[in-house]
């Protein structure tokens, strides 16, 4: 499964080494995250990493393969 997360505001390099596993675009007013998510506790797991650094999901939805 591929997954597109979108979070407000610009994440920096930083930050998103905090997701590897994941690549990601600047948007406008947004950080657009995506890649592979191997099964539901993968999925749970980065959403638990976005909430304990404070970031906060826009969207999220899964796109076709």
Request: no cysteine.
């Amino acid at each position: 499964m591929r997954y597109e997360i979108r979070v407000e505001g610009h994440v920096s390099e930083t930050l998103a080494k905090v997701f590897p596993e994941l690549d990601h675009v600047l948007m406008s007013s947004q950080t657009v995250l995506y890649g592979p998510v191997v099964d539901d506790a993968h999925l749970y797991g980065l959403l638990a990493r976005f909430q304990s650094l404070g970031l906060r999901v826009l969207e999220m939805r899964q796109l076709p393969d």
